[in-house]
């Protein structure tokens, strides 16, 4: 009973996070910094975003603008996985009134923000106990010397679903890394899902001791851990460019 009341308080917090609702069916574009990104860009998340502006052209297209904190210093390399202007329906109309510092801006004074990136980025990743879907017991001792990827996932969540496709790839192009996927929701529960739509990461269902020791609350989130069990990056969200991102950086980790 408390694992299903803290499911139903976890659903809740995603959707307040605006993780899961920040994605639709098609393309949506974000913007930052006078780039765009399809999907939210790599290495942000809520808790570094004071400010969400909707900025709409004459034809019906709408972008969402992403102001900064000014404390969060993004890593250079980010812009080389922006969307050129020219192919993002409404860009010229976009872009004047960002310039002009227009658009609507959206409250965020209610916005979860549980996971801080910063704390854990070059620690160590905690020690665990966890059996997957098929009952096999994984503690740190059985990734040790090999990359690992950590990814949350539940089955309301429409963009975990839709980027499945996706991480499924990396397992085969980069066969040498432990892959699990964590959900608080149980293996009777996401049997269909999977099914349906696979997702071949190593599954632990039921299980909240990932969600606890990170504070995750809004999904998507991603997790690539070193060889040497050092966590260096983590996404929360997902899209187009954030999976390129996070592709790259695997394949960084699998070269060291």
Request: aromatic fraction near 12%.
């Amino acid at each position: 009973m408390a694992s299903k009341i803290l499911s139903l308080f976890l659903i809740l917090m995603a959707v307040g996070a605006g993780l899961c609702s920040a994605q639709t069916v098609g393309k949506k574009y974000y913007l930052m910094d006078g780039l765009f990104f399809e999907g939210m860009p790599p290495c942000v998340s809520s808790d570094n975003v004071v400010a969400f502006i909707v900025h709409k052209d004459s034809e019906g297209h709408e972008v969402m603008e992403l102001r900064l904190r000014k404390s969060f210093v993004l890593p250079e390399d980010v812009s080389k996985y922006a969307t050129p202007a020219e192919d993002v329906p409404g860009s010229e109309a976009f872009l004047m009134s960002y310039r002009g510092g227009m658009g609507q801006k959206l409250p965020i004074g209610g916005a979860v923000r549980t996971l801080k990136t910063e704390e854990w980025m070059g620690k160590a990743f905690p020690d665990f106990k966890v059996k997957d879907t098929a009952g096999k017991e994984w503690t740190n001792a059985d990734v040790v010397g090999r990359p690992m990827v950590l990814n949350f996932w539940y089955t309301g969540c429409g963009p975990c679903i839709r980027e499945m496709p996706e991480l499924n790839k990396w397992m085969e192009l980069y066969p040498d890394v432990t892959y699990f996927a964590t959900t608080f929701d149980s293996a009777a529960q996401i049997k269909k899902t999977v099914e349906n739509r696979p997702f071949l990461f190593t599954q632990i269902a039921d299980e909240l001791f990932f969600f606890t020791a990170f504070n995750v609350s809004g999904m998507p989130v991603t997790i690539l851990v070193d060889k040497k069990g050092i966590i260096r990056h983590i996404e929360q969200g997902t899209g187009t460019a954030k999976l390129r991102y996070m592709q790259d950086k695997l394949q960084e980790l699998v070269s060291e």
